[in-house]
């Protein structure tokens, strides 16, 4: 049985190609290129565009709410925010990104700022997200997100 694994084991290290650091490094930049976008049409409050940033069958976990689905998070979450927000404020500093075996798969954690009006609520937080991404033909997708957030505590004097 163990050499049965062993081989298993080597027949997907062989089956993953090979892939050069500098090969790691471009797709990881364009990883942090393809989040700035994200964060434009964010502010922008473009939801087609950031419809072409999300996997159809996404799943976000933010605070103790899951959304299951773009359309979900679409029309439960996301649009009602954006359409309610004023004076957006929106971006992620601190990215990491890490490409996993086979570059059609990758992790970004980043940390996120949020500054908006919503009727008499000043929103402004800021948090942390890791964002699972799929590579396909379209570019990369979010397939899955997770975030977490506070209100951001005032700078002590």
């Not at 797709?27 to 049409?41: N, P």
Request: proline letters at 4%.
């Amino acid at each position: 049985m163990r050499s049965l694994l062993a081989a298993a084991a080597i027949a997907l290290v062989l089956a993953c190609p090979a892939r050069s650091a500098a090969q790691t490094a471009a797709d990881a930049a364009s990883v942090e290129a393809w989040l700035k976008g994200y964060d434009a049409a964010f502010m922008a409050k473009d939801l087609a565009k950031l419809a072409t940033f999300y996997h159809p069958d996404v799943t976000i976990y933010e605070g103790t709410g899951i959304n299951n689905g773009w359309a979900d998070y679409r029309d439960r979450h996301l649009g009602p925010e954006l359409k309610a927000f004023e004076n957006l404020q929106f971006g992620h500093t601190e990215t990491k990104v890490t490409m996993m075996p086979g570059g059609e798969s990758a992790y970004a954690t980043s940390r996120y700022t949020i500054k908006a009006k919503m009727g008499e609520r000043e929103l402004d937080s800021e948090g942390l997200e890791t964002l699972v991404l799929v590579k396909t033909a379209d570019g990369w997708k979010i397939r899955h997100s997770h975030t977490s957030s506070r209100a951001r505590r005032p700078n002590p004097q």
